[in-house]
């Protein structure tokens, strides 16, 4: 078809043409621009999308760690919240101390004075109930000590932690500082658990009046959980954005914190599916956590959603965080605004397309100031909805806070209207009263009541209650079973903003448990609880009654029995305290049936007994009774299928002639009792003048005693061995002197056996023993000739801990072990049998020698001889001296010879001192010799100059 052109429709091709271009060109520019917007939105999308879930991915990046430094935080304050608690009780204590002191002084005797400090302090508790005080002495003696009161009056100076740190040498140390008070660490036992000890730190300070320290302390780890827990209520409080929260899981795949967006647990499929996502979350975590995506429900429904959470594990803990999102709401997120830019989209189009006419653009722009308009209408209205539902969401939380603690608590709540009827009530009060919540609502408190306060009572109850607004004191109710019970009752009166009553809250706790261990500790101030028996306190208001009583009837008179069994100590050391104890309890029995009918028997501590007679002819009934005691204590006791005997040592005291009050009577009956000590034991004793000043002089030297090593008044002699054959020096032994600073010299055999009987023998032999390894080793480097070294050892050393004292001695000294020989003697390996073999073999490991003392005086029996590990047996003095006239000594030293010879056992033989005594051995065929023949004790320094020449020819010292 041909075109027809001309004048009219060339302008109309024309125009069709530009028309036509233009619809092209418009065609073509909408598509790139529809193609443009298209891919630009996919763009936008797309970044949008990855910048919210980098976004998301930061906040739980942020709420993860502000949550794991809170924890960090709350965990290293352990340390110092645990030592301001601890020093915040004991300053506390120490004032309470002080103030008793000051108000009692002068009015109360010392020991009085300290038994109220000491019961004063005993029920104060702290840490949740687990904290307590204690109270030593400077010399570790136990003063107090509420978690276990068997250990009060003993000593615990030797107390050691797994890293042998010394705890009571700590303890003291920190109260003898300039500062008087100072902080311990140490590690101990955990309460329930005897297998492992852990970290635990100790405040202490002195308590001048009395040389006491006061202290108190609780293991680190139980601090640390307390933080813990506060830790655990701040997290659960942590939300963010829409259903966000953090929840915390522990180690042994549980969770210890969760939202309520937790499955239905009644559903099996519901609980497995949890488990089994904690398990992966754990694993997760132990791989080094991170963002991790799984399977989860969502808040309000049952159904498993997809989930994205940043799992992180808490270092110094068990926990694991687990902070999550819904991607589910992400992605509503996006689409909503995928839809928004969409619709700018196709609002941009018409503009373009609307932009041919004006009317489109009046139009389009009408519309787009509509859609601001009420965009920013609907804005405020969106704003103000979030407004009511975060103040609504704040009330619910404080409620449901509230709700919790009413229904947690461990104290009864009870609520009432302003009428006295009960519109709450709690759990506890349930549990306390019997009756259930649904059966105390609608009544009043009446329902509760026991009948035991009268109207009165009752009447000053609401007086007060009007007038404070507030009332508290103890009462007596009644459960629903009818039992009677005493509770501590608060009452406080609630108003409402007008200022009128709303109601009233009671909060109720039982108090019956308080009250029966007030009961069972006015028990155990009288009574000793091992025997039953009145203890030291009870028994001296009996004995002040005795004396009451004496003083109202001039001819009456009573006397006291003091009690002390002999070698009881043995029984504890070989076969343990609980053996001691039941020997203890049997002759607690004993005692108590061989008694008259008003006479008292009490136990003052340990091994020691004493009896009030109450008698008109007290000192001849005193006399009979303990002649009974002397048959009746002596026989046997069975323990463990073992018969053990004792033996008692009685002294008695006569009122008014030996005493007219307890503690002189007590102390004249304990210095007759020393003097049947001194006679041989297992005997009666009355007191006498001349006892006093014997006990006085013995005390007083015990006390000089326990100074002297402090004082630095103790020497070692040495006095030098040497060999029958050839008359040189093979050795010596370090010999022990006291310098009194009166009496001047003091042997040994003046106060070694004191030393003994007191305990101080195992602080002297350890001096004795690294003075005499440091004096050995410093010869040796001095270039004497390197000789063997004999130090006597008392069976009280001989203990457990002995090898490891030996063994400090030689590292601490430098000394070659094989130039250290122990002397022992037969009754102390006797009394530790059953461990003597595997400690000597135990020395021997360390390379020393062991000689045994004192042979032929003791059991002298070849059975132990043969089973001991000994290198050398010691002659007696007692038979040497006989030699060479004694037949029998002769016999007797002959045959200890020829046995240590036959069992390949060098011989020694003490107190030489005479050239017939010499020969004599010699012939016997002795090996070594030692006395006053050869040498007496000599100083160090002089020993020193003897060393010089140790080849010289015996002669008489």
Known sequence: MSLQLDAKSLPRFQAAGMVGIVLFLTLVISGYFIFKFQTDNEQRLQAMHDGIYAEQKKMLQREIQSARNYIKYMYDQAETELIFEARQQVEQAYTIAQSIYDAE????????????????????????????????????????????????????????????????????????????????????????????????????????????????????????????????????????????????????????????????????????QERTVVRELLNFAENGGGFYQYTWFYP???????????????????????????????????????????????QDMWILLGMLTAAAIITLLLALLFAGWFRRLFHRYQQNIESQQAALKRNAQALEIAA??????????????????????????????????????????????????????????????????????????????????????????????????????????????RKNAEQQLQYLADYDSLTDLPNRRLFGRKVDQAVLRCQQHLQQQFALIFIDLDRFKNINDSLGHAAGDQVLQSVARRLSQAINPGDTVSRLGGDEFVILINHQNARAEALRLAERLLISLSEPILVDNQELAVTPSQGVAVYPQHG??????????????????????NNVQFYTDELNSYVSARLTLENELREALHKDQFELYYQPQSHLDSGEICGYEALIRWHHPDKGLISPSDFIELAEETGQIRDIGSWVLNTACQ????????????????????????????????????????????????????????????????????????????????????????????????DKLKIDRSFVSGLPHNRDDGAITHSIIDVAHNLGLE???????????????????????????FARPLPADEMERLLLDNTRSPTPA
Not at 489 to 500: A, M
Not at 910 to 931: D, H, S, W
Request: aromatic letters at 10%.
């Open 907 to 933: 011989t020694i033989a003490e107190g030489v001192e005479t050239r017939a005594q010499q020969n004599c051995l010699q012939n016997f065929g002795c090996n070594q010799a030692q006395g006053y023949l």
């Open 660 to 681: 007219k009050d307890f503690d002189t009577l007590l102390r004249n009956a304990d210095a007759a009792l020393y003097a049947a000590k001194d006679n041989g034991r």
């Open 105 to 272: 002084k002068g009015k109360r005797s010392d020991a009085e004075i300290q038994a109220l400090i000491r019961e004063t302090l005993r029920d104060v508790r702290f840490f949740h109930g687990r904290g307590y005080l204690f109270v030593d002495d400077m010399d570790g003696n136990v003063i107090l000590l509420p978690t276990t009161p068997d250990l009060e009056g003993r000593s615990l100076y030797n107390n050691q932690d797994d890293t042998g740190f010394y705890i009571m040498r700590g303890l003291i140390e920190k109260a003898n500082s300039p500062a008087g008070e100072g902080v311990v660490r140490y590690r101990w036992y955990p309460p329930g658990d005897q297998t492992e000890m852990v970290d635990k730190i100790a405040y202490v300070k002195k308590f001048k009046p009395y040389n006491w320290l006061i202290g108190t302390g609780d293991y680190i780890y139980r601090i640390q959980n307390d933080l813990k827990e506060k830790a655990l209520q701040r997290i659960s409080a942590t939300r963010f954005g829409d259903s966000g929260y953090i929840a915390v899981l522990s180690s042994e795949y549980r969770s210890i914190l969760s939202s309520a967006a937790r499955p239905d647990s009644s559903d099996p499929f519901n609980a497995e």
């Open 775 to 870: 004096q050995a080793a410093d010869w040796e480097k001095s270039g004497y000739k390197p000789l063997p070294m004999s130090v006597n050892v008392s069976s009280q050393q001989f203990t457990g801990q002995f090898i490891s004292i030996v063994r400090q001695a030689l590292e601490r000294s430098g000394m070659n072990p094989a130039l250290l020989t122990l002397e022992l003697t037969e009754s102390t390996l006797i009394d530790n049998l059953s461990t003597a073999t595997s400690t000597l073999l135990e020395l021997k490991q360390l390379g020393l020698s062991i000689a045994l003392d004192d042979f032929g005086t003791g059991y002298s029996s070849l059975t132990y001889l043969k089973r001991f590990p000994v």
């Open 404 to 513: 919790r603690v009413f229904d947690n608590a461990n104290e009864g709540i009870l609520v009432t209207n302003p009428d006295g009827v009960i519109v709450a009530a709690n759990p506890a009060l349930s549990r306390i009263t019997g009756y259930s919540t649904q059966e105390l609502i609608g009544e009043r408190p009446s329902l509760l009541s026991s009948g035991q306060h009268d109207s009165y009572f009752f009447a000053q109850l609401w007086q007060q209650l009007r007038e404070e607004g507030y009332w508290q004191g103890e009462i007596w109710n009644r459960r629903k079973n009818g039992e009677i019970y005493p509770q501590w009752l608060s009452i406080t009166t609630s108003k409402d903003p007008r200022g009128e009553i709303a109601n009233y809250v009671a909060a109720v706790t039982d108090i019956s448990e």
């Open 300 to 346: 309000g429904s049952n159904q498993p959603v997809p989930k994205l959470s940043l799992v992180s594990k808490v270092e110094q803990t068990d926990w694991v965080l687990v902070a999550g999102i819904y991607p589910g709401e992400i992605e509503a997120a996006i689409a909503k605004q995928q839809r928004r830019l969409e619709q700018n989209i196709r």
